[in-house]
């Protein structure tokens, strides 16, 4: 079977592109499901980016060690990725559950600002801050674990009644960025990351109503 790869950088690009824009589509019909969110989540959003750009790793777990440039992490080898992310997926349930708490809380911002929304919103933050990282510290994927990573948090954020964000990894946002993983991955500090995710949830907010996808 023939597989319709790119012909060129640009075309790889722009398929890329589109298919940033599929999985963002994606993340929002399924923020708005009852289903269940799991790391199977995760690797469909890598395959909505990747089936027409780069089909032969979409969805796939590398088979191959990594690095990444400009950075002292040292990721797992291979052979360790799919027990790690069965792993992340126990917890990442457990973490979802936690979140069972908050339902409807969060919607109290429509009406007033309560210490149970407040502290709601600071939980769900945290899970979409947790899984992020997590992504990226993994790297379970060939190419395109920062764009999954920034989706599947986004994932959490929408299905919570909260605004999915973009974040900027470009030239000083990039820096910030970088600087904030790598807190977590020296000190298990999340609160740059976290600081990072607010402040793209405050910038989107405004006019937006909130609404809670019940799971």
């Keep these: 079977m023939l597989v319709d790869r790119p012909k060129n950088e640009e075309e790889l690009q722009k398929r890329e592109a589109i298919g940033v824009i599929r999985a963002s589509r994606f993340v929002r019909k399924y923020a ?3 289903k269940e969110i799991n790391i199977a989540n995760v690797c469909a959003i890598h395959q909505e980016i990747f089936k027409d750009a780069w089909p032969e790793i979409a969805g796939k777990f590398r088979d191959e060690n990594l690095s990444i440039a400009g950075s002292d992490l040292l990721l797992p080898h291979h052979t360790r990725v799919n027990e790690l992310m069965k792993d992340l997926d126990s917890i990442l349930l457990a973490y979802i559950a936690e979140l069972k708490d908050c339902e409807g809380n969060i919607l109290e911002l429509q009406r007033k600002i309560t210490d149970e929304a407040i502290e709601c919103i600071g939980k769900v933050i945290h899970i979409a801050a947790w899984l992020h990282h997590m992504i990226t510290a993994i790297h379970p994927f060939r190419e395109g674990n920062g764009r999954t ?3 599947a948090s986004n994932l959490i954020l929408e299905r919570y009644g909260l ?10 946002n990039k820096n910030e960025y970088c600087k904030a993983l790598a807190q977590i991955d020296k ?3 999340y609160e740059p990351l976290e600081a990072i995710i607010s402040e793209g949830i405050i910038e989107r907010y405004n006019g937006v109503v909130i609404k809670y996808y019940k799971p």
Excluded: N, P
């Design 149 to 151: 990573a920034r989706l």
């Design 187 to 189: 000190y298990q500090d």
């Design 163 to 172: 605004v999915g964000i973009s974040v900027k990894v470009e030239k000083e």
């Design 32 to 34: 708005q499901s009852h």
